[in-house]
């Protein structure tokens, strides 16, 4: 039973104990796949027959069924573990393409592929359950599921699902920072009925202001379109809809043409500030030459049903704009459940769930956490470091010889990636080099070094440690990072894969996860995107915006959506986008 | 002023009295081009100065946007008239593909077309305001209308419209024959929405037959689907929804294959008794080959959240089914907005305006009525017996010669189609065969005929009389028959088409609307249609499905949704159709 444990995690409370084990072991054996408290005859022969035979195979529940889920989901092996999925939306959405949706350049249709698809085509005990995870019981190793649609049900809409390894995928929900009204009255960017809401939002403001009894004014505010929210998300909803307008909308509402205004509020002082400045200035150019308003330094304060309130920072004093729709789009916020499940565990007043460096939950055993519900905690360096000294000793003369030093540096940067990055911030070819400064000031000479002077080598190496960004591609890699850690288990154990321990004997089993950035884009509109690469390349203009169609359409997850997507773009060209309001 | 009247309904009160036209006049060039009852300042200068410079343009409102309206819509001419198009819904359904959509085989997008597109391409002054009329005031002539979406909105979304000429094609609802419990747990099939809910409906019902917690009685009743109505439309959506399950569904929930049903419950004897003896039974053969159950005779009585109670035709008691799931498709009812205009003008406890045969709405002047929500009330040979005789004894001998008879026969058979529908039915090649038989009953020599003979000889034609049925193609042939009478308004007034006016002088301006049956499709799942066409001629089977797919094809409203709904019908054939839940 412990096959997980190997990830080892130092404090020794979290490794099952024998006795736990057997229990476990016992428990599984005798049939217990999946209890459900339903009142009524559970007769679910089939299921516990299958949990018998693969009695002796984990059962691996995933929740959630976005970018991490369901990467874990395709790449994990069916025939070693027990899969369960439970999520409430039975299908995978390629969320970059949200805001294609809220305009109709793409249809919503095309960006989804059902769970069941991609099940299919996986060997193995897979299961797919929709439902809403409201509750994990991390104790006794359960979840609480509650299935939620339009259907009559009598009462027995609520189950559990018990687990031997949980991995949690739930995502973000939009974040309001608690601002009053927001809720109410704005529009999210967060789901694929979020972008249909905002579709025929749209078409009903247009339909609104062409109504026969309204004012000129009352026609403007109407037309007013207004993103809170500078990001990538916000930014491109600005521009598809600037595109909509012109390129299809005034077409049907002529008489509209001159009262239609997109204003974006930012609270920072420029949008698009997570890219490169050169990005940033493009951006709020062609958002000018476009004619939507920037608005940089506001704060949101209050939406009502009318208007929205917002405090500039330079102490303008409070000011009102009234809008016809609002979408908000801040950044992210944490979901109940999760708030529920950090509460039990200790993790009280984070925004996320801490992990370790391999994913799994601090504080909670055989838990794994993916995706914008977790954050890594990189261990850093310096709290390490005499353990580190230790290690590369290796004859225990307290004194480090560069040899030494080579011989665990790889170590060193696999296990602390900041250490590359310090590298690389600081133009140096080799991590010798951090040794040759400390060793300069200390001793001219000598070719080695002490304890004091190594933790002086490496006191600033810490400062490049960053959170990963609450990206698909983010989520994406870990959660092939963790089904191939999970399908590989069994060989690691043996033959592990991982750096040197340093605060313990042998080596750790795997490779912490590492994230490797291939760029991001930010289409502005007007067949314009602005892309930034790795290597600091940053790319504007027509033919980043084919770049990007091309990348869109390769990362799309099965043939069908990817001829969907493309279609429905080749579509957009012949004969623009649809304004029927459905 | 008089444009309308030429129609010249025989009860004077209906046409324009001279004071009252100048009144109308001096109103109109006044710039009341629409009033509008908000109470904020409606600066409408715009509406106002375009009202002013297209004073002498008669405004014909129309309401709805379904098969008749748009027709109407496409095919009137923008430069004689000032059209104004009021709908709650900004787009035109090609409502014969909705049981399509409800299982994903067409999209709704596919199958509509904004209206503004098809005004778009038209000439002339066309408005479009997307509201529901909810009040005809024909006294002052007037609608009332409610702009009543999503948007948040400060109480003037009340406005009020002025009509010279009012086209009324509001279509129907679906009947619920006032069965309890139908309102609250049926779904119908009428609008895009519909058909959207239901197919988030069904993937439901799979989901939740999915869930671990169930037993196979219970997972038995969520996929069991019930559809109330064997006519037309129920019948192609129990097939589509059979051949989703058997050709989709399936791969992706094998587990729930046997526990999947299908029922049809229909009042009559046999499903589709609408169409030929031949094709019901192919239909009910295939259906049973299919496992879809058809309970003929059954009368459902209520519906509640659990379970369908009906009631057999022959005794056989009160019997409940639980379901997972109802589709209710049992016939049409009226809108309350015209149950309350039908009330206003003394048409009370009727299910649709009656109109003449020129479609002008009984007891109301200047206001049209066509589609499913008015029925032709067809005058009978019978009632204008006296009259005919009299017009086509020009001699005035009080006899009838058989020239006599023939120089008027055409304008019989004009004005009153059930004269040849009736010769049709006794196989007689012209109507001169009518007279022969009523001479020889009376003096076997003569040439001539007396007034009783006459009667005598006309005497059964009237049996031929039927309703047009609730379709497409009966409301899109009203809507093309109306524009055009509109257009020629002129012309016909100096020139009048229509045949002799026998209870008056003259000509009637018009030809009365004469429908043209082109056949009816019932598709019946598998890649079999069953086919009416014209001439009695019946077609079923794998041919006819293509047949299907070229008419349907060849009738979509705009190429744009040509080549979409062919584009989905290709990507069924390749990918399948989509189960995820949005």
């Known amino acids: ?44 022969n089939d299921a516990i027959k299958s949990s ?36 409430p939306r039975n299908y ?82 939009s974040n309001t920072f608690n601002t009053p009204g927001v809720i109410e009255h704005c529009h999210f960017l967060k789901e694929i009925e979020d972008a249909q809401k905002i579709r025929r939002s749209i078409i009903d403001c247009f339909e609104r202001a062409s109504l026969p009894n309204l004012s000129e004014e009352e026609r403007k505010k109407a037309l007013h379109f207004v993103i809170v929210g500078g990001g990538p998300t916000g930014v491109e909803f600005s521009a598809e809809l600037h595109d909509f307008i012109i390129e299809d909308l005034v077409n049907l509402y002529p008489m509209l043409q001159d009262l239609v205004k997109i204003t974006v509020i930012q609270s920072g002082d420029h949008i698009l500030n997570m890219f490169d400045g050169r990005i940033s200035s493009f ?7 476009d004619g939507i308003e920037v608005k940089t330094g506001f704060r949101v304060v209050s939406v009502s049903d009318k208007a929205i309130t917002m405090k500039g920072k330079q102490n303008e004093g409070i000011s009102s704009i009234e809008y016809g729709m ?55 360096v310096m709290d390490d470091i005499s353990e580190i000294f ?80 609450a990206t698909a591609q983010v989520a994406a890699q870990q959660g092939a990072y963790l089904a191939r850690c999970f399908n590989h288990m069994k060989g690691c154990e043996d033959n592990p ?41 940053v790319s504007v203009g027509h033919s980043t915006q084919w770049l990007w169609y091309s990348v869109y359409a390769s990362k799309q997850v099965s043939w069908r959506t990817r001829i969907l997507v493309i279609g429905n773009w080749t579509r957009r060209f012949v004969f623009g986008r649809d304004s029927s309001r459905i």
């Open 1 to 44: 039973m412990g096959v997980f444990s190997i990830f080892n995690r130092p404090p020794q409370p979290f490794r099952l104990s024998p006795t736990f084990s057997k229990l476990l072991l016992l428990f599984t054996v005798s049939g217990g796949g999946l209890v459900a408290y339903s009142e009524s005859n559970s007769s679910n």
């Open 52 to 87: 018998q035979l693969d009695a002796k195979k984990k059962r691996v529940v995933v929740l959630g069924t976005g970018w991490a889920g369901t990467s874990f989901l395709k790449n994990i092996d069916g025939s070693i573990y027990d899969v369960r999925v439970v999520s």
């Open 92 to 173: 995978f959405a390629f969320t970059p393409l949200l805001p294609s949706v809220t305009c109709g350049t793409v249809e919503s249709r095309s960006i989804v592929e059902p769970i069941r698809n991609i099940i299919k085509k996986k060997s193995g005990d897979i299961k797919f359950w929709e439902a809403e995870c409201v509750k994990i019981d991390a104790k006794n190793k359960k979840i609480h599921c509650h299935f939620n649609n339009e259907m009559h049900l009598e009462g027995n809409e609520d189950f559990l699902v018990e687990y031997d390894v949980l991995v949690i995928a739930l995502g973000a929900r």
């Open 283 to 289: 951006a709020e150019e062609k958002f000018k030459r």
């Open 326 to 380: 609002v979408v908000w789009s801040t950044g992210i916020g944490t979901r109940p459940v999760i708030m529920d499940f950090m509460e039990q565990i200790g993790q009280k007043d984070r925004r996320a769930l801490a992990t370790d460096e391999w994913l799994r939950v601090h504080g909670c055993d055989n838990v794994y956490a993916l995706g914008d519900c977790a954050t890594i905690h990189q261990r850093k």
């Open 390 to 469: 230790n290690v590369a000793d290796k004859d225990k003369s307290g004194t480090l010889t560069v040899k030494e030093f080579q011989d665990v540096i790889d170590d060193i940067c696999v296990r602390y990636p900041q250490v590359e990055l310090y590298l690389k911030s600081k133009h140096m070819s080799s991590a010798v080099d951090l040794l040759n400064n400390s060793k300069l000031k200390d001793k001219e000479e000598s070719e080695e070094i002490d304890i004091e002077g190594f933790k002086s080598a490496l006191s600033h190496v810490d400062s490049q440690m960053k959170n990963l960004p």
């Open 497 to 537: 894969e991982g750096p040197l321990r340093f605060r313990q004997s042998g080596h750790h089993r795997f490779r912490p996860f590492l994230y490797k950035h291939f760029g991001q884009f930010a289409p502005l509109g007007g067949e314009q995107t602005a892309a930034e690469l790795p290597g600091d390349w």
